[in-house]
């Protein structure tokens, strides 16, 4: 079974540019979370679809961040204008259902580098 | 400061040895898991604990949730230069599935 596809793995562009990131779940799963992990740190919840639905979004800096999954499949998550601040991993993660206990399954990042 | 305090940060140690990592809240959590996550990779899941005071065992490996459910460890017994990589603990606080991640020990063993 394949596991969470993310891409592109690595990406370096200059601040107030504009950034996607696409993450492809495993197969059958419901739910959908995207996070950022800065350097040295654990991963940090930016947002969590239940199919198609957002269903917590409170940690994604709406300003300049946006995120979608059409279909309630894919997902791309985008930043614009990208800051300095911005430079970390993004992880996306999917499981089953949103319901406590089910195991989440993290894709490879994409590693941002904004100069 | 972080929900989910863990330490130490860093810890590196020669194979064999025998070592402990922390994960400390004064939150209580319905559940807490712990991950390992490799240079390049997403975290992957090592265990969940649901219990107060239950201790699960997975090889060299043994995690204890803490009475209150505030607090857990980790023991690797007889550490092989496998094991290193960062080692993160992660809540849920209530019975959905929103976990709390702790900022991680970075382990490292040398052969």
């Known amino acids: 079974e394949a596991g969470v596809v993310q891409s592109p793995r690595y990406k370096i562009i200059e601040k107030k540019q504009p950034v996607a990131f696409w993450c492809n779940p495993i197969s059958g799963h419901n739910t959908l979370y995207w996070y950022r992990q800065n350097l040295g740190q654990g991963p940090e919840l930016l947002i969590r679809y239940e199919n198609e639905e957002a269903v917590d979004d409170s940690q994604l800096p709406k300003d300049r961040f946006s995120a979608e999954r059409l279909k309630g499949v894919d997902s791309t998550l985008k930043i614009q204008p990208a800051e300095l601040g911005d430079s970390a991993v993004y992880l996306c993660a999917s499981s089953t259902s949103g319901s406590r206990q089910e195991t989440q399954y993290f894709g490879p990042g994409t590693r941002l580098l904004v100069l | ?111």
């Open chain 2, 1 to 111: 400061t972080q929900l989910l305090e863990q330490s130490p940060q860093f810890l590196s140690i020669q194979e064999g040895e025998n070592l402990t990592v922390y994960c400390n809240s004064s939150s209580v959590f319905s559940s807490l898991q712990w991950y390992r996550q490799e240079p390049g990779e997403g975290p992957v899941l090592l265990v969940t604990v649901v219990t107060g005071g239950e201790v699960k065992k997975l090889k060299r490996l043994t995690f204890q949730f803490g009475d209150a459910r505030k607090d857990s460890s980790l023991h690797i017994t007889a550490a092989q230069p496998g094991d290193t990589g960062l080692y993160l603990c992660a809540g849920a606080l209530s019975a959905g599935n929103m976990l709390t991640f702790g900022g991680g020990t970075r382990l490292m063993v040398k052969p």
